[in-house]
């Protein structure tokens, strides 16, 4: 009989708790409503299958500042939805992302300290980031044009790609520049999206982290292409995987740079994330 984890029902109850207050406060519209729920209820699902399937009941405790990490990507989301119809209360849209960006670095060095680095908590970590900054995206589009979309969407490219090209699914060897790539994506778009900068310097700010984006994912695509003939072409074994957005357990293997996927030995899941 299926087990329903704890964890994963609790973050969902704390997103419906938090999308209230918002309600509340700054207002929301049916479709931020909407968003920020289907939001919650799809990281609720994923976050059960991956814990079934790794046969454990709990999330660890860098899994848990995770799971308050995307609770609060599920608010930036609903907000940015409801900004459609009406101006976005960015003095509580660029607190919260604030808060969401600072406890990307909380949740790998908990991982670290108490030894509970894994392969799900790292796809996890991965998922909840590259929803942020495809949001922070969609946000700072009447800022500086739809172009910016591309900074968001270039990752889930890669993930299709993948799917697609058997070649593009290795496993990259570590790359530092690529975590300084990571870090600096949500940083750049949080300043774009707060709009306090004269438009030229936010349209710059975009570029700069548009164009270190494309540097990251051109340089593993081309080390990946120039390797592709090294690896064993996969079997009709491989498991196909179904999409999902976001999710932690259904994107299929591409390189990675978060800071908890370097303490995993578990190579199955890896996936690339410069942002």
Known sequence: MSRVRTGPVLGLTAQTVLLAGLAATVGLDVAGWLAGLGYGVVTCVALQRGLRRRGVDRLGPADRVTLARGVLVG??????????????????????????????????????????????????????????????????????????????????????????LPWMRGTLPPRFWRKVVAATQGVLL?????DVLARPVTAVLAAVSLALLVESFGHDVGWLWWHRSTRPTPTSATPVPVALVPSVVALPSVPSVRPRVDAVTDRSFVAHQPV
């Open 75 to 164: 608010g930036v989301t609903a907000l940015v939805v409801t900004g459609f119809s009406g101006p976005t209360p960015l003095s509580v849209l660029v607190p919260m992302t604030a808060v969401a960006l600072a406890l990307d670095a909380v949740d790998g060095w908990v991982a670290r300290r108490t030894g509970t680095a894994s392969a799900l908590g790292a796809r996890f970590d991965m998922e909840v980031d590259a929803f942020l900054i495809l949001v922070l995206s969609v946000q700072v589009v009447p800022v500086v044009g739809p172009w910016v979309l591309a900074i968001g969407g270039l990752r889930y490219a890669f993930v299709v790609a993948g799917w697609l």
């Open 190 to 194: 949080l300043v774009v999206a707060a």
